[in-house]
């Protein structure tokens, strides 16, 4: 079983940061990879940003530039700095990850999801 420990949400102005965290833990052998979705009430959900196991990055176009996102392999630990938010960012934030499970099994697994609002 995995479980993900998603923190940093919160409620922010504009222009302002916030850095979200998220711990992966149990039967994972191996990650392939780790990244954060979001959605707004009647939007469709969408990739924020990932990160491979190899090291490569994607990002959505509307967050290049302004989002990093980052992990530290030892904890399979991902984070997504925010910096220079917009209302349009307000959305719920969960964290996804692509894993290889100790039987030898792939599978993926959504976190429970944190709110980001962004205050005009």
């Known amino acids: 079983q995995v479980q993900l420990v998603e923190s940093g949400g919160g409620l922010v102005q504009a222009g302002g940061s916030l850095r979200l965290s998220c711990a992966a833990s149990?039967?994972?052998?191996?990650?392939?990879?780790m990244g954060w979705y979001r959605q707004a009430p009647g939007k469709q959900r969408e990739l924020v940003a990932a990160?491979?196991?190899?090291?490569?990055?994607n990002y959505a176009d509307s967050v290049k530039g302004r989002f990093t996102i980052s992990r530290v392999d030892a904890k399979n630990t991902v984070y997504l700095q925010m910096n220079s938010l917009k209302p349009e960012d307000t959305a719920a934030y969960s964290c996804?990850?692509?894993?290889?499970?100790?039987?030898?099994?792939?599978?993926?697994?959504w976190g429970q999801g944190t709110q980001v609002t962004v205050s005009s």
């Open positions: 149990g039967s994972i052998f191996s990650i392939n990879s």
């Open positions: 990160v491979t196991s190899g090291g490569s990055t």
């Open positions: 996804h990850v692509d894993y290889w499970a100790l039987s030898g099994s792939r599978g993926t697994y």
